[in-house]
């Protein structure tokens, strides 16, 4: 019935009122709700909607309709599965401050059907805890099912025959279509990553896009994962603020559905998006829930698809990629003869290869079709599978292939049997060639000169290898178990090694090194440097320690030797130094002396003896520093072929009378080749000094041998402070019986003045100036003494091929004094008094002299003469430039000056000057006026010397004519071996200088045919061909010397000088 419209109205706020007028005025139906009063309004348009009208509610006086929600609820005017959701969706709006509603739902006439309405709101009022209290809108119905049934058949139409992605690319463009939707999303869950999607298709405006993949989180389609199904009609951009591709696409309106295979696991997503609000008529779900059920069956296909195709693959690479052969046989029974046949039916690469046969020969065929030899042992093991369906493994030889292979049999079905072979050749092989291999390494550890040992945790030797034993003086059978720290390290080293032992063990990092000595079963102790390596079995667990070791006592005591050896080189280089100097002082002594001597007037009694005993001493000074230059290896050696045993035989008489009555000498002299090159009155001195230390350290008498043998050097013998080269050696041995010398005194034994003896009664150069000889001549001497046991001296000296010279035939210089014709001599000296006594020398002579005291001031000079000067005399060491580099700045304006150069030095190389290519000679300080006169005399000599040189080289010739004629030699050239022939027979030379490379006749027949007409022809023989081999030949064959290429000018005028053995005339 009517009622009062007042008495039943909740108050209404005046924004309220005036929707409602809008709405009533627009002919939309207005609703309102009042949930603090649990009142409904529904405008008189929706009570035409529902005609006829309910029997519950009141009717109010403007044709509306007022019912509570009660009513509203329970009266099924709302489809009971859209109610729950009308109400979490006003209740989230308003949770997320959004006033406006947008909803679809279904409503029902009584007694009838339900229909779809679309309804927009807005929330006018909220409780304080958020929730909606007073709420307003509008309400009609959406399109009629027609169209829904029409816009269903439509998509149908066009997908209903597809599949797979095109089926889902048609299914995105049909339904954005028929919903008139801007975007349709097909999606699926990523594999291992379900909070990620990736498109299966992708429709935007009606056309196939770009696939897309993005997260779920924060956005509806997360929703729709967790519910099944989602509807946002309008505003889902507020809903999920966080997805930020909503914005992107300006997305108002979503509708999505869960895609789910028959299991219920959910596979991806069905979704529409809409630029506009959606209009909810109803029939997009009834459209997604159609389709939906569809698409989950072809997604859930595809992915079975999928992973059947995965596993196919994995089973191909797998049957392909497998190391072992694999064949699968169908088994069959022969109907003639009733033989089991195994036919192929599959065969992997591995097996093609090891049957050495094409696939398409092997499929199809019988086993013995494609292997008639195959062992008929093995076949009816493979039949026995067949029959038994047990697992089997069997060898095979293949005779064929010469390969042995494995072969593993199973059946995977009856009717088949499946075969994995395995060639073990190559392991096999690998097997033996560790098995040589550990043969070779064992050979190596008997074989090397190191020490190999394994020990056991417990210290015990497990082996040892053959040099060891050696070492230790055991047999290897009798060490194997004995206690390594006990029976062979000295006790004061136990603790410390058996620490060392545990400390490998715990640390894993590699070998561990140590030093320690071991004691040998002759008492002797020798030092060894161990790398420890710890053992382990397969557990981890510690099982001994594997050791190399190497003896450094030897190596030790060369290096003891070495360091003494250097000790005595600096010694000997300070005694050379200081030799030096003291020659500048006694050249002036003795030179003016002598001088003194010879321009006394006669008839003085008192002055000549003066001066004689000043010259004595000068010369015993000299002496002096002529053992100091000799123990720092650098006086002049003039080495020559010495026969040694000549040389003790002619001493053995002063050796007699030297030692006296009471000690006996003894000659055992049993050297095959007692030749070697040295100062013949050098190595007198050597004696002499020997012979005099043996005596004086048997002050009441005893033995002295001399005895000679002659050995051969590999390696440098224990004791010995100079490298020996390997060769061929005479040793000289002197042993007395002696008092005998302790370590302290060995160590300092050739030291310059170090005595045993009192003051005055010795210098201590003697051992000193023996052990420079020697060692100057290529030789070394070891000693070895005990004190109380006498002493013994080493003395090796390389041998010499040659027959040793007869002293007696050698030519003697002209001691008289050569006057001088008027030649220009430029004399540079730095020390004042040198320079003046060799002045007044050579200008008594009849030279022109001028003199310079340095480098600077003697070109100053030179250039003032117009460099008309003859020779220079030059001190090797001044101030400034060197007098090797005044010679060389001189000669290149003077090409013909001749040099004489003047050094305290016995050895020019040893002043530190070069005189390499100024051609000069070589003048020791001190000397006398009669030194000074013939050195310069004989370096200007007249020449006159006849040379003849033959070589095919035509510069060559030109460059040897040259400094020779610049010398003062007179010289032919020939241009091969039988132009020098020619030139000999024609006219005699003295010096024949030959090339041993020639056309026509080669240098190596020349010598031998001059040699045997001419006899006392001096011949040179020069080359740079073979490395120099032919020159050895040219030797045997009688040449006097020989030259490398290329030539030295100094080295050539040297050697014709020596071969000369005096100055060309």
């Known amino acids: 019935m009517p009622i009062d419209p007042v008495s039943h109205e909740s108050p209404l706020s005046a924004e309220s009122a005036r929707w409602r007028h809008l709405l009533e005025a627009s002919g939309e139906g207005y609703w309102e709700v009042d949930r603090v009063n649990g009142q409904v309004f ?56 959004i006033l406006e509603l947008h909803q679809e739902f279904r409503m029902r006439r009584p007694g009838g059907d339900y229909f779809w309405v679309v309804s927009r709101g807005r929330i006018m009022e909220s409780e304080p805890d958020g929730k909606p209290r007073r709420l307003c809108g509008w309400l009609s119905p959406v399109v009629r099912s027609g169209d829904a049934e029409a816009a269903l058949l439509a998509v149908l139409d066009t997908v209903s025959s597809l599949t797979g992605k095109q089926y889902f690319e048609r299914l995105a463009v049909r339904l954005s279509e028929a919903l008139h939707m801007r975007y349709c999303l097909v999606t699926e869950l990523l594999p291992g990553a379900e ?24 956005t509806p389609c997360e929703a729709v994962v967790n519910k099944g199904m989602c509807i946002f009609s309008s505003g889902v951009q ?14 108002e309106s979503y509708l999505g559905l869960a895609l789910r295979s028959s299991s219920g696991e959910t596979l991806g997503l069905l979704s529409v998006l809409g630029t506009e609000p959606m209009q909810a008529n109803g029939y997009s ?38 190391p072992a052969g694999f064949g699968l046989f169908d088994v069959s ?18 097996m093609e290869s090891m049957l050495r046969v094409p696939l398409e020969e092997v499929l ?60 073990l050749t190559q392991r096999m092989e690998a097997e033996s060639a560790l098995r040589e291999s550990e043969r070779r390494f064992r050979e190596l550890l008997e074989s090397a000169n190191v020490a190999a040992l394994i020990l056991d945790c417990d210290g015990r030797i497990q082996f040892c290898n053959e040099y060891l034993a050696g070492l230790l003086g055991c047999a290897r059978e009798e060490l194997t178990g004995l206690d390594w720290f006990h029976e062979f390290l000295p006790e004061s080293v136990h603790a410390a090694a058996r620490m060392r032992l545990e400390g490998v063990f715990h640390d894993l990092g590699g070998a561990r090194s140590g030093r320690n000595e071991v004691l040998c079963r002759n008492g002797q102790r020798r030092l060894f440097e161990w790398d420890n390596t710890p053992l382990f079995d397969a557990r981890g667990e510690p099982t001994g320690i594997a050791a190399i070791g190497r003896d450094l006592t030897d190596r030790l005591a060369l290096e003891e030797q070495y360091r003494q050896s250097q000790k005595l080189e600096a010694v000997g280089r300070l005694a050379g130094g200081v030799a030096h100097d003291f020659n500048n002082l006694l ?24 001066l004689q005993e000043v010259v004595k001493a000068s010369e015993r000074a000299a002496e002096r520093t002529r053992q100091l230059l000799a123990f720092g290896r650098r006086q002049v050696m003039r080495s020559r072929p010495v026969g040694l045993h000549t040389l003790v035989k002619g001493l053995e008489p002063m050796l007699v009378e030297l030692v006296g009555e009471e000690i006996q000498l003894t000659l055992d002299l049993r050297a095959v080749d007692d030749v070697t090159l040295a100062d013949p009155g050098q190595m007198e001195q050597v004696l002499l000094n020997l012979a005099l230390n043996a005596r004086d350290a048997m002050p009441a008498g005893g033995r002295l041998t001399l005895a000679t043998r002659n050995e051969t050097i590999t390696r440098p013998p224990a004791g010995s402070l100079n490298k020996l080269e390997p060769g061929e050696y005479i040793l000289l041995r002197v042993s007395d019986s002696g008092n005998g010398m302790n370590e302290e005194v060995l160590g300092h034994l050739f030291e310059p003045f170090f005595t045993t003896k009192g003051l005055g009664e010795g210098s201590g150069l003697g051992l000193s100036t023996a052990y420079g000889i020697v060692g100057q001549s290529g030789g070394d001497i070891r000693v070895s003494s005990e004190v109380g046991r006498g002493s013994c001296f080493d003395v090796f000296l390389p041998c010499a091929s040659a027959e040793p010279e007869d002293s007696s035939s050698a030519e003697g210089l002209d001691a008289k004094l050569r006057m001088g014709a008027g030649q220009g001599l430029l004399i540079a000296e730095d020390q004042e008094e040198v320079r003046a006594f060799a002045s007044e020398v050579l200008r008594g002579l009849g030279y022109r002299v001028t003199e310079a005291s340095n480098a600077e001031e003697a070109l100053r000079k030179a250039k003032a003469l117009d460099w008309k000067l003859d020779l220079l005399l030059t001190d090797l060491m001044m101030p400034g430039a060197d007098g090797g580099t005044l010679a060389r700045e001189l000669k290149a304006s003077i090409p013909a000056l001749k040099v004489v150069f003047m050094s305290g030095y016995s050895d020019p190389d040893a002043s ?80 024949l200088i030959t090339d041993l490379v020639m056309p026509d006749q080669e240098g190596i027949e020349t010598i031998r045919l001059a040699r045997k007409a001419f006899p006392q022809l001096r011949i040179i023989a020069i080359s740079g061909a073979f490395f120099g081999q032919f020159l050895k030949m040219a030797e045997l064959l009688g040449a006097n010397a020989v030259l490398p290429k290329p030539l030295s000018q100094a080295i050539m005028l040297d050697t014709v000088r020596d071969v000369l053995g005096r100055p060309p005339e």
């Open 195 to 218: 909070s990620r999607v990736r498109s299966i298709a992708f429709a935007v405006n009606g056309q196939v896009s770009q696939d897309v993949e993005y997260d779920l989180a924060g």
């Open 912 to 991: 530190g000057a070069s005189v390499k290519g100024t051609g000069g000679r070589y003048l020791r300080k001190p000397f006398s006026p009669e030194d000074l006169a013939l050195a310069v005399r004989e370096e200007l000599g007249p020449g006159g010397c006849r040379v003849l040189v033959a070589d095919d080289e035509e510069s060559v010739r030109l460059y040897m004519r040259r400094v020779l004629e610049d010398a003062g030699y007179t010289v032919r050239e020939a241009a091969d071996g039988r132009a020098a022939m020619r030139a000999l027979e024609a006219e005699p030379a003295d010096v």
């Open 364 to 423: 199809g065929r019988t086993l013995l079709e494609v292997l008639p030899h195959f062992d008929r042992t093995t076949y009816a093991a493979l039949l026995d599978v067949v029959e038994t369906g047990e697992e089997r493994q069997t060898i095979h030889y293949s005779t064929r292939y010469q390969a042995t292979l494995e072969l593993s049999a199973f059946r995977p079905s009856p009717g088949q049997l499946a075969v994995l072979a395995t060639d």
């Open 333 to 350: 029974t022969d109907p003639d003869s009733g033989q089991r046949l195994l036919r192929w039916v599959q065969c992997n690469p591995v």
């Open 285 to 322: 779900a009834a459209l997604f829930e159609h389709f939906g059920a569809r698409a989950s069956a072809e997604l859930d296909r595809l992915r079975a698809e999928r992973q059947r195709l995965h596993s196919d693959r994995q089973y191909r690479q797998l049957f392909e990629k497998m």
């Open 42 to 97: 529904f405008s008189a348009k929706i009570r035409e909607l529902l005609s006829p009208e309910p029997a519950f509610g009141v009717q109010d006086q403007a044709g509306g309709w007022r019912l509570t929600v009660g009513e509203l609820i329970h009266s099924g005017l709302v489809h009971p599965d859209d109610m729950p959701r009308l109400a979490e969706s006003m209740d989230r709006s308003a949770g997320v401050g």
């Open 238 to 251: 507020r809903l999920f603020p966080a997805d930020e591709m909503l914005a992107e696409m300006s997305v």
């Open 587 to 610: 050249t002036v002594i003795t030179g003016y002396s002598r001088l003194a001597l010879a321009n006394l007037p006669p008839g003085d009694s008192v002055l000549p003896r003066y």
